[in-house]
């Protein structure tokens, strides 16, 4: 049934109807036909990877004798998978990760407490299904940062929309737009993706309008979307990063609601580094 080829080359217009499109060298409109073979409709279609094994695929669906439902399956699969891989490094790249990690490259048998299954658990990405979210807490260098941006990059490799950023880049974000009375649209910009990774709070005290857009920040995306937050200061610390007590509770009330707390404990990846190369921190 696949010798003659031609009945595929099915015309998807009964009748040709003139289309206006913007071609890309032109300013003013041009008038096309609407295409009439297969290759043309592929491409009209933006099926590039189609277009590409067509052929191949008829010979094969000749030598086994596929059936119509079975070709097109097969030729759409290949579309499909291609069109999701574009979209998953197109979302990658806007999530703006600083370098790409993955749980499998970090070393649970580092720090001295942590609790592994529970982050294990946290990468299967079920707490995305509710608007959850995962706060990581311990010192500097346990892998908090790795961890966060791990399970960060492996949501949007899965089709969800994240952004990654740094606790003190956003709130500068968001003060510059306050100057220039673009405020609103640049909440949206930290409250509309899905997953939303912020990265080292509690390295540098906000003040009160910085600890204010923090606080704006929370609560939009409260029950609304899912947050990764990483922190190397204990709750009962944070009004020291926040402009007060009041902000911070209300901040901590809203993380904590629907989120899982991972607490990490440990002595620095960096230090270890630096004596596995000879180098010892100077001693003031």
């Known amino acids: 049934m696949w010798k003659n080829r031609t009945y595929l080359y099915t015309?998807?217009?009964?009748?040709?109807?003139?289309?206006?499109?913007r071609m890309s060298n032109h300013k003013s409109a041009v008038l096309l036909h609407c295409p009439d073979n297969l290759e043309s409709i592929l491409e009209y279609l933006r099926m590039p990877v189609s277009l590409k094994n067509y052929k191949q695929l008829l010979d094969i669906a000749g030598k086994e004798n596929l059936s119509h439902e079975e070709f097109l399956l097969r030729l759409l699969s290949d579309e499909s998978s291609a069109k999701f891989e574009r979209q998953a490094a197109n979302r990658i790249a806007k999530a703006k990760f600083p370098s790409v990690k993955t749980i499998e490259e970090f070393d649970f048998t580092y720090p001295t407490k942590i609790p592994k299954q529970k982050i294990l658990h946290a990468a299967g990405l079920s707490f995305l299904e509710n608007a959850e979210g995962l706060v990581f807490i311990g010192p500097t260098g346990v892998g908090k940062s790795h961890l966060a941006q791990a399970?960060?990059?492996?949501a949007a490799s899965m089709g969800v929309r994240t952004l990654f950023t740094r606790a003190?880049?956003?709130?500068n974000y968001l003060d510059a737009s306050q100057s220039d009375h673009t405020?609103?649209?640049?909440?949206?910009?930290?409250?509309?993706?899905?997953?939303?990774v912020i990265?080292?709070?509690?390295?540098?005290?906000?003040?009160?309008?910085?600890?204010?857009?923090?606080?704006?920040?929370?609560?939009?995306?409260?029950?609304?979307?899912?947050?990764?937050l990483t922190t190397n200061q204990a709750f009962k610390d944070w009004g020291k990063t926040f402009y007060d007590n009041t902000v911070a509770s209300a901040i901590i009330d809203r993380l904590v609601h629907h989120s899982e707390v991972i607490k990490i404990e440990g002595d620095s990846y960096r230090i270890k580094d630096r004596k596995l190369k000879g180098i010892t921190p100077e001693k003031n």
Not at 11 to 21: A, D, E, G, H, P
Request: with cysteine.
């Open 11 to 21: 015309t998807i217009c009964s009748k040709k109807k003139q289309l206006r499109t």
């Open 151 to 154: 399970i960060g990059y492996k």
């Open 168 to 171: 003190v880049d956003m709130v």
């Open 183 to 196: 405020l609103h649209k640049a909440i949206k910009v930290y409250s509309s993706p899905r997953l939303l």
């Open 199 to 228: 990265d080292e709070l509690g390295y540098l005290p906000l003040n009160k309008q910085g600890s204010d857009h923090f606080f704006n920040v929370i609560s939009s995306r409260y029950e609304n979307g899912s947050i990764i």
